[in-house]
């Protein structure tokens, strides 16, 4: 039953996810994040990583102060790569082997990715950690939750396709 429900659960992020990465709207990307992030932690928690869990929901309220900065208009905090420190000491608290350390960093990728200007940027950062969460939940048996970073990954190459080398003829490069 346990597995069951953890496909279950990340199921439904895969499906909202996939949609965020493809829109162009930060707000509405923000916000699907917020739910995604609901079923994904919950998804981690029934399958027993509990540091993929718990970091997915604090990773809630970085991903809704985001979300207000985007929605005044103003670039977000720097302040919010102290969240950096919480998914450490939480992974560092909870942590029941070392592959564990791959959901300790991958939030700190995602929280760098989204203080990304917009969401080119946004789509080429969270690559990384799309295809290191893709390894763990492979690893870990979490198999809706691997399918769920790989879908975001090639959502995020299609995206990039079509918003970004299609539409405008160019790609921007941070240095």
């Given at each position: 039953?346990?597995?069951?429900m953890?496909?279950?659960?990340?199921?439904?992020?895969l499906l909202?996810?996939?949609i965020?990465?493809?829109?162009?709207?930060?707000?509405?990307?923000f916000?699907?994040?917020?739910?995604?992030y609901?079923?994904?932690?919950?998804a981690?928690?029934?399958?027993?990583?509990l540091?993929?869990?718990?970091?997915t929901?604090?990773s809630?309220?970085?991903?809704?102060?985001?979300?207000l900065?985007e929605?005044?208009g103003?670039?977000?905090?720097?302040?919010?790569?102290?969240?950096?420190?919480?998914?450490?000491?939480?992974?560092?608290?909870?942590?029941?082997?070392?592959l564990e350390?791959?959901?300790?960093?991958?939030?700190?990728?995602?929280?760098?990715s989204?203080?990304?200007?917009n969401?080119?940027?946004?789509?080429?950062?969270?690559?990384l950690?799309?295809?290191m969460?893709?390894?763990?939940s492979?690893?870990?048996?979490?198999y809706t939750?691997?399918?769920h970073?790989i879908?975001?990954?090639?959502?995020?190459?299609?995206?990039?396709?079509?918003?970004?080398?299609?539409?405008?003829k160019?790609?921007?490069?941070l240095?």
């Open positions: 039953m346990q597995m069951i953890t496909q279950i659960l990340g199921g439904i992020a909202i996810d996939v965020a990465i493809l829109l162009n709207n930060k707000k509405q990307y916000i699907a994040q917020i739910v995604t609901v079923f994904n932690g919950a981690f928690i029934v399958n027993n990583s540091v993929a869990g718990i970091n929901f604090i809630i309220t970085r991903a809704f102060i985001l979300y900065y929605k005044k103003k670039q977000p905090p720097y302040w919010l790569l102290g969240y950096s420190i919480i998914y450490i000491i939480v992974g560092v608290i909870f942590m029941q082997n070392y350390i791959i959901t300790m960093i991958t939030p700190i990728l995602f929280t760098l989204m203080l990304m200007k969401m080119q940027l946004v789509r080429y950062y969270s690559m950690p799309n295809a969460l893709s390894t763990y492979i690893i870990t048996g979490a939750s691997a399918a970073y879908a975001k990954f090639i959502a995020s190459i299609v995206a990039i396709i079509t918003h970004h080398i299609q539409k405008k160019e790609i921007y490069y240095l």
